[in-house]
């Protein structure tokens, strides 16, 4: 095990990627040769790597994705479900981030809808944007605890403030009054401020329905379908022959 002071002196700074190019380069010949600030300038790129990295992962689990492993470079454009190849891909760049775009996913069940969504997350948090995923039942259930303890303001912040927000499966039962209220809160704190996905089993044009109230749908949907991406999936379920990007996933909730 090396021992060299400076090694222990960069292990105890946490500069952990520092020290293990500078172990590198004491264990590789010749390196005793090269200019100390190629030595430097290696140091510093590995140990910018490694804080990257750390911060990546530290995004990715905050965001806890439902598919926390689905990326973009791994799409299945082959399955048959009408996905939009170059519509999809042009979404990488994070453009439809800075522009505090919405993205609405819709098709049937298994056509990996959550899937997209979740790719789509996970290169956010590449990028460096905070991300949250949320399944639209368990959202309005912890939106309904936290209104009774006395939490809902800070849920609330985390949500409106986030770069990007995923609100998995909508619909297909009729929205509560309640639930009517804290979605149009989300929507307009958001709006033109945030970017947002919204998956659901029903095309866009049902989404008033689910609803309920005409002045909230009007409202919502006003704010989410404006200048929205809007992916239309329709095929047979990919889980009755699992593609890599849903392998393992057997939840009938996953889109």
Same mark, same amino acid.
């Given at each position: ?5 400076t090694h222990e002196?960069l ?5 952990d990627? @520092?020290?293990e190019v500078?172990a590198e ?5 010749? =390196?005793r040769? @090269? ?5 430097i300038?290696l140091m510093?790129d590995?140990e =910018? ?13 905050? !965001? /806890?994705?439902?598919?926390? =492993?689905a990326?973009?470079?791994?799409v299945?454009y082959?399955a !048959?479900?009408?996905l939009?190849?170059a ?7 994070g453009a439809? #981030?800075s522009?505090?775009r =919405?993205?609405l #996913?819709t098709g049937?069940?298994g056509?990996? /809808?959550s899937?997209? !969504?979740? !790719?789509?997350?996970? &290169? ?6 905070v991300t949250?995923y $949320?399944?639209m039942?368990r959202?309005?259930s912890?939106?309904a605890?936290?209104?009774g ?10 949500i409106v403030?986030?770069?990007?927000? #995923?609100?998995d499966?909508?619909g297909?039962?009729q929205m509560?009054?309640s639930?009517?209220?804290?979605? @149009?809160e #989300?929507?307009d ?8 996905i919204?998956t659901?089993?029903?095309p866009? &044009? /049902? ?5 309920g109230?005409p002045? $909230?749908a ?8 404006h200048?929205?991406h ?8 990919m889980? /009755?022959?699992?593609?890599?990007e849903?392998v393992g996933?057997?939840?009938e909730?996953?889109q």
């Amino acid at each position: 095990m090396l021992t060299h002071p400076t090694h222990e002196a960069l292990r105890t700074l946490k500069l952990d990627g @520092m020290a293990e190019v500078f172990a590198e380069l004491l264990a590789r010949d010749g =390196s005793r040769q @090269m200019d100390p600030v190629e030595w430097i300038g290696l140091m510093l790129d590995r140990e =910018s790597a490694a804080r990257d990295s750390r911060r990546f992962q530290t995004r990715l689990a905050a !965001a /806890k994705l439902r598919e926390s =492993s689905a990326c973009m470079e791994d799409v299945d454009y082959r399955a !048959a479900r009408k996905l939009d190849r170059a519509l999809f891909q042009s979404l990488q760049d994070g453009a439809w #981030i800075s522009r505090h775009r =919405s993205i609405l #996913i819709t098709g049937p069940c298994g056509v990996g /809808k959550s899937w997209l !969504a979740c !790719a789509l997350g996970h &290169e956010a948090c590449r990028q460096g944007k905070v991300t949250l995923y $949320f399944r639209m039942p368990r959202l309005f259930s912890e939106l309904a605890t936290a209104r009774g303890d006395g939490s809902f303001e800070r849920i609330f912040r985390k949500i409106v403030r986030a770069d990007v927000v #995923i609100l998995d499966d909508w619909g297909p039962e009729q929205m509560t009054a309640s639930q009517r209220r804290d979605l @149009m809160e #989300i929507v307009d704190d958001r709006y033109g401020r945030k970017a947002t996905i919204v998956t659901s089993q029903l095309p866009v &044009e /049902k989404w008033y329905d689910i609803i309920g109230d005409p002045t $909230f749908a009007d409202a919502i949907l006003d704010r989410l379908v404006h200048h929205a991406h809007r992916i239309a999936l329709d095929g047979p379920s990919m889980r /009755k022959n699992p593609r890599p990007e849903i392998v393992g996933d057997t939840n009938e909730a996953e889109q």
